[in-house]
């Protein structure tokens, strides 16, 4: 797993460098689309029901306002439209970011 080494908000983007050297760019929009959260993607319960996920899709508009790594392993964005609840693990955000 690589890890972030710096991240920043250029424009409407998050740039990430990564301990290998690679760059990542990804819009905020579509990061905040991405969200892993239960309330963006959904979870089951153990009879196979789901909850949540059920919102919007598209998020024009939103932007970064802050993040905070998580552990070693992840990182939590706070977005403009007050969501902050998806923890982004690092293989995941890369995968997210990959053009």
């Not at 690589?2 to 760019?25: K, M, R």
């Not at 059920?54 to 939103?62: C, M, R, S, T, Y």
């Amino acid at each position: 797993m690589h890890a972030p080494v710096n991240i920043q908000l250029i424009g409407e983007e998050i740039a990430i460098v990564w301990d290998d050297g690679a760059e990542s760019y990804v819009t905020c929009e579509r990061l905040r689309a991405a969200s892993p959260s239960a309330s963006n993607q959904g979870e089951r319960d153990i009879f196979g029901h789901q909850y949540g996920g059920d919102g919007p899709k598209q998020f024009p508009g939103v932007t970064v306002v802050h993040w905070e790594r998580v552990g070693n392993y992840a990182i939590r964005f706070d977005f403009s439209d007050g969501h902050n609840t998806g923890l982004y693990a690092y293989d995941y955000l890369r995968r997210i970011a990959a053009p």
